[in-house]
């Protein structure tokens, strides 16, 4: 079994623009407008941290990753830590969608608990300027 990428692979993804519609739920599937999506996706990271701390390589790699993706038929992409919005802009360039996963210090029933709830929601928010981005989308 190969594991290699194909050079011409029969997967080509629609030409699209990057839309800001939000996704909606419809059910047990996800909506975009009034088209149904379906997730086509990878994770990406994680990364070693750069001398900034930055856990995601440089845009010029992260560019060229994303337009790799694109070209075999990824829609989405899912972070395990948040981004900066150039890695954002690269995703919709490409017309990639971005799922950013967001660290917490206890992996409970966190839903469960308001006063956990709070703490997560207040400690992510105050520890990551790259946050304030996604909030706003």
């Known amino acids: 079994m190969s594991t290699a990428v ?14 800001a519609a939000r996704i909606a739920t419809d059910g047990k599937f996800l909506r975009v ?8 996706g990878v994770t990406y990271g994680t990364f070693a ?3 900034e701390g930055y856990q995601f390589p440089s845009i010029q790699q992260i560019a060229a ?3 790799q993706m694109a070209d075999l038929g990824i829609n989405t992409v899912r972070t395990y830590t948040p981004p900066r919005r150039d ?3 690269a995703a919709a360039r490409e017309g990639l969608r971005v799922m950013v996963g967001l660290p917490w210090s206890q992996h409970v029933a966190f839903l ?18 790259s946050l304030a981005i996604i909030r706003r989308c």
């Open 6 to 19: 194909q050079t011409d692979s029969g997967v080509r993804r629609e030409m699209r623009p990057a839309t």
């Open 33 to 40: 407008a009034d088209e149904r999506l379906l997730v086509k």
């Open 49 to 51: 941290p750069d001398a």
């Open 65 to 67: 990753d994303f337009r």
């Open 87 to 89: 890695l954002l802009d």
């Open 112 to 129: 469960d608990d308001r006063v956990l709830k709070r703490g997560i929601r207040r400690e992510i928010t105050s520890e990551s300027p």
